[in-house]
Each structure stands twice: as structure tokens, then as C-alpha cells.
């Protein structure tokens, strides 16, 4: 998958924005990892505040949240909103609900939006790496590898993808400072 590299009127590289590429061919490219790595380098000092909102620094950060309301749930501390799951045992898609929680340093995905029952509780320390599936260019997909397994995941759409990829993006990162 690749985003668009917005530039400005001198040419030179601005802030990657989500872009489904099919219709804009002058769109300069670039890998996921690009982007990863321009958005945590800027991120990280702004995570230490105290006063951190989950929110606010998306909104700050370039993201339409209005863009994504059907699809995910933000508010200072948390994103809740579902996504793809592929089973392990029996390799089909299952749909859950997620919920990556800021302050309680967890990823705990339910099998829905009740959020009763955990499926399954990840804490932040347990995630070693999150990248960007390359095996189909027409879904957004990717992995998060924890220290008990790794987990295929897609979401809705390239803008939902962002939100939960830079933002399990920034634990990892954060984990190695």
C-alpha cells in the first residue's frame, strides 16, 4: 500500500495524507514505512505530555475524524472501532471490535461492540512490531506481531487503516525509547 506525498508550492515534501492512489496518477509515492517513521519521529515528543489526548492529537495531526465517525470511535484516551480479524485455525475473516486504550496501555479486541468479554487483551508491552501488508494492494491490511502471535488485521477503509496503523506504530516506537 502507498500513500500520497502532499508537497508544497516550492515542491518540497509535506505531511503524508491517507489517498487511495488508483485515480491520482501525478501522486509522488511512498512505502507505509516512510510514512511510519516521518509521523512517530514527530509524535513521539508529544505523547510524554501529561495532558496527552488521543483526540486532539489526531485532529492536530491532519486527520478528518469526521471522515472516519461510521467506522471508529475516538476520544481522549481511547479508539474503539472494529476491524478484520483473520482467524489462525480456520483462515476466514471474522469481524471484532477493538479497542486501543492510551492510559491503560492496552489493545483488547471483543468479538463485538458490547465490549463484554474480552476475546483477548494485548498490553502495549507485549507488541513487538506493527507493518503494513504488501501481499494485496486493494485492501488495507497489516500485522502486529505480539510475543504470543501475530495477528492479520484489515480495516474498513485507508483512512481507518492510518488511525490504528500509526497509532500501534507509536507503541512499538515508543517501547524502544
Not at 506481531?145 to 512499538?172: G, N
Amino acid at each position: 500500500m502507498f500513500v500520497k506525498m502532499n508537497r508544497d508550492k516550492k515542491g518540497q515534501k509535506k505531511t503524508p495524507s491517507s489517498h487511495n492512489i488508483k485515480n491520482d496518477r501525478s501522486a509522488s509515492l511512498v512505502s507505509l514505512d516512510a510514512v511510519k517513521n516521518t509521523q512517530s519521529r514527530v509524535s513521539l515528543a508529544a505523547i510524554h505530555s501529561s495532558d496527552f489526548s488521543v483526540k486532539h492529537f489526531l485532529e492536530t495531526n491532519g486527520f478528518n475524524l469526521d471522515n472516519v465517525k461510521n467506522y471508529v470511535r475516538v476520544d481522549d484516551a481511547t479508539i474503539r472501532g472494529y476491524l478484520q480479524k483473520l482467524s489462525h485455525r480456520w483462515k476466514v475473516w471474522n469481524r471484532r471490535w477493538f479497542v486501543f486504550d492510551w492510559r491503560a496501555g492496552t489493545l483488547i479486541y471483543y468479538k463485538n461492540n458490547k465490549e463484554h468479554g474480552a476475546a483477548q487483551v494485548i498490553p502495549f508491552r507485549h507488541i513487538i512490531a506493527v507493518s503494513a501488508d504488501s501481499s494485496s494492494r486493494s485492501e488495507p491490511k497489516f500485522c502486529l506481531k505480539t510475543t504470543q502471535k501475530t495477528y492479520l488485521l484489515m480495516a474498513p477503509s485507508y483512512d481507518v487503516f492510518r488511525i490504528w496503523f500509526d497509532f500501534l506504530a507509536l507503541v512499538v516506537e515508543q517501547k524502544d525509547k
